[in-house]
């Protein structure tokens, strides 16, 4: 059971990581997604083509509101739909150049604010402190 020098450093630590995400989001073009488009784009990057029921069970959503999602999507470039490869009841959704070319900008402006807010901020013995607590914090994440 954790004591209580512990509970506060897991609320400190939340709320850190909480602020630092909010950062990164407004660092980059990532905050023209709603939260359920930016997970719908991740699992496509990560996983590949989708339909919507998979992407709706992965992201336990209802097919109807992923359906709205992944439209969205779709009308501004970043998705396109093709035939499923053995349903052909079916369309799977994937990436588009612009979804791609998208994805890395937000992935660079968030690394680019990221290395320069450590670069700027922190003193290079708060920087070693920060790669050592970065490697307790993967430690923390792992299954």
Known sequence: MPDKEQERLATD???ALS????HLRVASSDGEFTPS???ALS????DGPATIAALARAELVRPQS???TVGALEERGILVRSPHPTDGRQVVFSLT???RRLIDAVRQA???WLAVAIADRLTPEEQRTLAEATGLIRRLTQE
């Open 37 to 39: 488009q930016r997970a």
């Open 110 to 112: 968030k690394h680019n």
């Open 43 to 46: 699992r496509i990057e990560t």
């Open 66 to 68: 992923m359906r709205l």
């Open 97 to 99: 150049a612009e979804g």
């Open 19 to 22: 602020q630092l995400m909010r």
């Open 13 to 15: 630590l939340r709320a």
